[in-house]
């Protein structure tokens, strides 16, 4: 059949509907021969069964006539008999009756002789036994019996024996198997037919599907009602309306960034335009090269925002999170990225430091973990007065990872701490030239980590006051590299604050 000629190529599309009935006429034509061998097998029994009835009679009636003189049979038969025995116009009938020795007393010298191997191991003398023999290329049923005194030794015995040929029992056979087979010709074609019928109306609700899918409009990810779902469908349209709610949540990321960003860069470009205007008007080389210079870190910071919106876009859509998980060194991935930050560090005198924890491993997107770091580290060397302390370092506590930037900036109140996540979100007084994104940004890039993201100002000191700057947190699952593991995650639910 076409469709199972599909199967041997995984890449051809194929019918649901022709697998199905593949599946079901396959098991169907390979049990037909099946059926009709054993409708033979038991045709032959059946045709066989009244045949071999006559032949019992007739063994029978000849065994009447045999009589006994002196220890040796002798037989009468009727010349009446002998015509009745020859009267079959199919088949031909033979009979002999043997004496001692197998020596012959009346019959047919030409039927076959019965082989020692063809004697059941326990005779009965007046019991009728069956074997079958061939005759000049005709097969024979031969039906025998003994016929002696059961004492007496099995020599001393008279044999009877009536053959026939197998012609009638043949177009019996013939007949049985031509009124089993031929109905079935019609029918398996109607069986056929009617198996397509009910696969299109059992496959209609596909067909309903899909029309109701094709009628919507391009921008409708409703989900599917599934009340009107047969139930052998739920687990599709459970799937595609999964399916649906994603795409709905990247379109509403997309809205959002596009919103954002034409929010956003309004005001720098409207500054940067400004700026140039000014600039245009200057005579002055010193207030031209002034002006030229706040435009140049007007770019920067149009250039910085623009960086941290697409950073946020890329990690809303979860555009790496499709790329499977790998074990990660934290540590080192940590160490890596505190070095290209000394340089900025150097530059406004900060003491940027690290403490080294050995290789600690969690299961993470390289790509992301260093957008994670970098906003951390930029977030706290951007709100540390100069002079000031920032600290990296990689924790390792039992089930758990913590990742932790600790500065000596101007610390976070605990209200502003559960607001700094949010985007755009800015502490009030805190200076700085920020967008208010690179904390959003480790949020998105932690729950795509399964981790928890935290900022909190340092606890109280000794002295009883609270000590300046903040400790920004992200607390990942641990991943041991001699367990097994699929790269899989649970999301974290710890009491680390």
């Known amino acids: 059949m076409k469709s199972l000629r599909k199967k041997s190529n995984p890449d051809i599309q194929r019918s649901l509907f022709g697998e199905i009935l593949d599946w079901m006429l396959a098991p ?5 021969p099946i059926s009709i061998a054993v409708t033979h097998y038991f045709a032959t029994s059946v045709a066989n069964y009244p045949y071999d009835q006559t ?6 009636a000849i065994s009447r006539q045999v009589r006994f003189v002196e220890g040796q049979p002798q037989i009468s038969l009727p010349g009446s008999a002998r015509a009745f025995l020859r009267s079959d116009e199919i088949d031909s009938v033979y009979f002999h009756v043997l004496g001692r020795g197998g020596k012959l007393i009346a019959g047919d010298p030409e039927l076959p002789m019965l082989k020692a191997s063809e004697v059941p191991d326990k005779v009965e003398p ?3 036994y069956f074997r ?4 000049q290329g005709q097969d024979l049923r031969v039906a025998f019996m003994y016929l002696g005194e059961p004492d007496a030794p099995r020599a001393d015995w008279a044999l009877v024996e009536v053959g026939e040929t197998l012609e009638k029992r043949s177009q019996l056979s013939n007949k049985i198997i ?3 087979i031929l109905p079935q010709f019609v029918i398996i074609p109607l069986a056929v037919v009617l198996v397509w019928f009910g696969l299109s109306q059992g496959l209609s609700p596909l067909t309903r599907l899909r029309e109701r899918i094709e009628m919507r409009r391009e921008a409708d990810l409703s989900p599917i009602a599934a009340g009107r779902v047969p139930e052998e469908l739920q687990p599709l349209t459970e ?3 999964s399916m649906l709610a994603r795409m709905q949540q990247n379109m509403d990321a997309q809205r959002r960034f596009i919103s954002d960003a034409a929010h956003q860069m309004r005001t720098p470009l409207t500054g940067l335009k400004m700026l140039a205007q000014l600039a245009m008007r200057e005579n002055d080389p010193q207030q031209l090269r002034y002006a030229l210079e706040n435009i140049s870190s007007s770019v920067d910071r149009a250039s910085h925002l623009v960086n941290q919106l697409l950073a946020l876009a890329r990690a809303e859509a979860g555009e790496h999170s499709e790329q499977a998980l790998v074990p990660v060194d934290l540590d080192r991935l940590l160490h890596e990225i505190v070095e290209t930050w000394v340089v900025r560090a150097l530059d406004r005198r900060i003491d940027l ?4 924890a050995g290789p600690v491993h969690i299961m993470g997107n390289v790509f992301l973990l260093r957008e994670m770091i970098n906003n951390l580290l930029d977030n706290a060397l951007r709100y540390t007065q100069d002079e000031g302390q920032v600290t990296a370092r990689v924790v390792a506590q039992g089930d758990f990872v913590l990742l932790e930037i600790e500065d000596s900036g101007i610390g976070i109140s605990d209200e502003d701490a559960h607001k700094v996540f949010d985007r755009f979100y800015r502490v009030d007084g805190s200076g700085g030239e920020g967008s208010g994104l690179g904390l959003a940004i480790v949020r998105e890039i932690a729950e795509l980590h399964r981790a928890a993201a935290s900022l909190r100002p340092h ?11 903040s400790i920004a947190r992200v607390v990942f699952p641990a991943h041991h590299p001699l367990a097994s593991g699929s790269g899989v995650l649970k999301p974290v639910q710890t009491g680390f604050a």
């Open 28 to 32: 169907l034509l390979f049990v037909w």
């Open 55 to 60: 032949l019992r009679e007739q063994v029978t």
């Open 126 to 128: 007046g019991e009728v």
């Open 132 to 135: 079958d023999d061939d005759y």
């Open 178 to 180: 031509a009124s089993v």
């Open 239 to 241: 799937a595609f309306n």
């Open 353 to 356: 430091g690290y403490e080294p």
């Open 459 to 469: 606890s109280f000191a000794d002295q009883g006051e609270r000590a300046p700057g």
